[in-house]
């Protein structure tokens, strides 16, 4: 598995690279973060302790749905399905159907790095 590398940026910062490259005036590196979240307070929420031991069951059990992911777990299904369509959002799960329309989760990313930059921080506060 490759490694995400996660930015920091406020939502203003991270529209504004996205509309630069979209008009051709900025061309990403292959270093630069491919994910953003606007603050390192969501990341931590969206990596948390309970939130890394779910990955590591889905990589461990590779369970064929949600529902099963849920009784590995022993985590509510409405939770799972949240928590997993928020990652998913930033990259980390893929959701795909499965037989007889189930959602299996898979991650994608087992190594994560953030970027961030303590002078651009003081900068926007």
Do not use: C
């Not at 630069?32 to 461990?60: C, D, M, Y």
């Not at 499965?98 to 003081?122: C, M």
Request: proline share 5%; glycine share 8%.
């Amino acid at each position: 598995m490759n490694t995400l590398r996660i930015g920091i940026a406020s939502y203003e910062r991270a529209k504004a690279r996205t509309m630069a490259i979209a008009r051709g005036e900025h061309k990403p590196q292959p270093d630069e973060p491919k994910v953003w979240f606007p603050s390192i307070e969501s990341v931590a929420k969206v990596l948390s302790a309970g939130n890394r031991e779910l990955l590591q069951v889905i990589i461990a059990q590779r369970p064929g749905s949600i529902d099963e992911l849920s009784k590995l777990t022993g985590r509510q299904k409405s939770n799972l399905s949240r928590t997993l369509r928020t990652m998913e959002g930033y990259g980390i799960v893929h959701l795909e159907r499965g037989e007889h329309g189930r959602i299996v989760p898979s991650v994608t990313h087992e190594r994560f790095t953030v970027d961030l930059s303590v002078s651009e921080a003081i900068a926007k506060s």
